[in-house]
Each structure stands twice: as C-alpha cells, then as structure tokens.
Nanobody, 116 residues
Framework: QVQLVESGGGLVQPGGSLRLSCAASQLAFATYTISWYRQAPGKERELVASITSDGRTTPYLDSVKGRFTISRDNAKNTVYLQMNSLKPEDTAVYYC?????????WGQGTQVTVSA
C-alpha cells in the first residue's frame, strides 16, 4: 500500500523557519512528480510547489516565492519543503501529493501554525 507521510510541521513565530518532509513507501518514488499543497481553514486547497522526477521545479505559488524551496532526495524517497520567513498567512495544513500519469496519492497532512 502506497504511503506518503508528512512531518516537520508545528508552531513557529513569524519570521521563523520550518522544514517539512514527505517520506514515501511502496512507490517508485523517483518516477513521480511530487507536490506540496496547503489548505487554510475555510479556504480551498492550493498548490505551493512541485518537483518533477528529474528535479525540475515548477513555478511556486506567488505568495511563497523567494521564501520556500522544494527539493527531493530520491535515495531516501523523500521530498522536502524548506520554509523561511514564515508569515501568519502561511498557517495551513500542508499536504504531500505524488503524481505519475493517472496515478496520484495524498499524504495525511501536517499542520503548520505561524503565530506570535
């Protein structure tokens, strides 16, 4: 059974940093495009960043450009989202998503709260 497990979320003060991890199992990880989405209370889920199987990144969500960086380590079946200069509006549940052709999988999400 395919599993995507996010970790690294938590409570952080404005201006702080967090690194989210998405660890995959039972998946040909290196062949998948992996994305981070987020969903804030009362809002729709939005795409934050994606990284293709060969390491190319697609344009980041405008509001996180210059602050967030997505990367992957295929040897560890893990994708990361480095989040710097966090703002209260970054507060959301962050989800990992894996896609390859018609196959797609979601993680359970990890909560990120940015508050003083």
């Amino acid at each position: 059974q395919v599993q995507l497990v996010e970790s690294g979320g938590g409570l952080v003060q404005p201006g702080g940093s967090l690194r989210l991890s998405c660890a995959a199992s039972q998946l040909a990880f290196a062949t998948y495009t992996i994305s981070w989405y987020r969903q804030a209370p009362g809002k729709e889920r939005e795409l934050v960043a994606s990284i293709t199987s060969d390491g190319r990144t697609t344009p980041y969500l405008d509001s996180v450009k210059g602050r967030f960086t997505i990367s992957r380590d295929n040897a560890k079946n893990t994708v990361y989202l480095q989040m710097n200069s966090l703002k209260p509006e970054d507060t959301a549940v962050y989800y990992c998503h894996a896609r390859r052709f018609s196959l797609n999988y979601w993680g359970q999400g990890t909560q990120v709260t940015v508050s003083a």
